[in-house]
């Protein structure tokens, strides 16, 4: 295991839900072409706002896959 | 648009229910005297302990509302 | 009140339900050895991804509790 | 001077000429209520692209005001 | 306890004695304008030197303060 | 809108004209094979000086750009 | 000496008295149980409000000792 | 030289041999598919331990490379 | 694995040797009373020097290990 | 070339006509007693104000030159 | 004033009576060789602990001075 | 000892053989015209590729040394 080397690619999802999904959404998106997805690390924690309430939340995050 | 100016301001909310009501509870109290708030930026993420269990969530989240 | 010192570890928890529930884990772990615990700071925030799901979150935060 | 006491607000100002007129920008912005503007500092340059084209600039600045 | 919700405000203040000082002269102005102050944080220490010598101290707090 | 998923690209641009140059010769660049491209953000500002002159200037931006 | 090993720990100290207070009043305690304390380091320096003065000072400080 | 663009990655090496060799592992990977990597620069260094010894070592690097 | 628990400690390590060297003396002395450990994390990197070389090479690291 | 020692120096620049004049100004005066400076990088970006308009920029940069 | 060049130097003071001092201490030390010191901002705050209790107190700041 | 003033100054050694030999070409270099260097911080770990191969390591560090 030790000689894997691993790619990080970054990320923003967004969902109405809350910030579990806006992760959730932005890895199911990146599972439709990225293999080997191991881990992901949360860089920025954001949403925008529409008559004073959150219309939506985005979390930016790096994500970590093994190249083969 | 590309004229707007924004304003930001540093807020703290917190909440029993979890992170994400803290942060909408702190929005809410600002929309009764902000208008045209545009987004949120979570900067600190902490929360109070009683007897071992998590009492209240508190996050700090910076705003942005344009300036008419 | 002004004269407490207190005292900061640093931990990581773990769940398959969620951002709080990671914290919630770390804390009630935490709370079977330590007293007094007062409030926690989130310094860290991600979780592991297999076959392009989170399979678990992951957080790390510190944690103050008074030295009596 | 010595007993001074300062303000710092957060601003950001946008423009489609460039970095120096976006900065200026959110400075005229506030000057028509804040007085006594003394400094800014620079806290985050970003921008928006359309068309594969810079479309405005977009900097924000913290700005020092004295308060009489 | 837990539905407050806090605003923070950054402020300079300064003063020819030292640290604490700069700190309490900064306070002791907001608080003519601003009640419910709860807690400070420090995010810069400065100070001007003329003719070799520490003229004045000048320290930026971050203040939170609980909206009613 | 709330369903967007963006990535992002770190990109290093130069131009002996100036830092909007530079930032502006990066996105063309990556117009050539990125599509929908929207906003940038500066992570480093640096340059390379020649007989005491500045040479170049080098921006590094950070390009957000929606994955469809 | 180069085979040392140190441990750091963290802790909060507040006084009513000032910063070097705050941080003697940290060490004092942990002196009760740790040995061997060579050197801190500020990480974080607060302070609480109450109607508007400062009523205690605040100081985060990492501690470090050889360990034997 | 001044109208290059640059692409950055980044990506994590690891090695039981050491800090270089992680590297060096992580690089060697890159260049079966990436050409005209310039430089490199480390952002994290880290290792997993097994039996109380370091089992490997474990780098991340950014990689800029010209675009052409 | 999801509802595991870990604790970080800090430590320096030293070694006339070299980077790798420090972070394996901190480790072994800290495999003498801490069981479980599982990775590290490098915080500084620091040496002392005497007449012009280096003397010794001082690592401080982050570990985590798994409360049972 | 890889034994080249470089040396680093901070200078902040000021000018009335904008960010890139500013750094050109702290190299030139540089220029004056410093040899084989070959690279900058940005650390602080600020301006004064006066009467409600930016009266000058300054930029702080790093600016690396080789030891013969 | 806007076409003034200021240098920056880093510098550590120590004193055994606070923190003030140990700043007061470095700023008097370098005004025996360096003219037209304008400000210092202070970097990190340290000290050595020697029998439980703060032995002295170590103040690192930056100076900035006036390039005539 | 607690009166002494300290100066830091930042350097970048490199070399071809690794981390290590690159921060001692930089202190050896610095050697030859600063005494009394006492100890050393890395501030960033870069390198150079030519042809998919580590060409040559380079590490910035500030060194401190005591002005007598």
Redesign the interface.
Known sequence: ????????????????E???SA?????????QTVHN??????T??????QN??????QV?I???FR?D
Chains 1, 2, 3, 4, 5, 6, 7, 8, 9, 10, 11, 12 share one sequence.
């Open positions: 295991m030790s000689d894997h080397v691993y790619k990080h690619i970054e990320l923003t999802g967004s969902s109405k809350g910030l579990e992760i959730e959404n932005a890895i199911a998106k990146a599972a997805m191991n881990w992901f690390q949360v920025d924690t954001r949403g925008y706002i004073g309430k959150v219309a939506y939340w930016t790096k994500v970590g190249i």
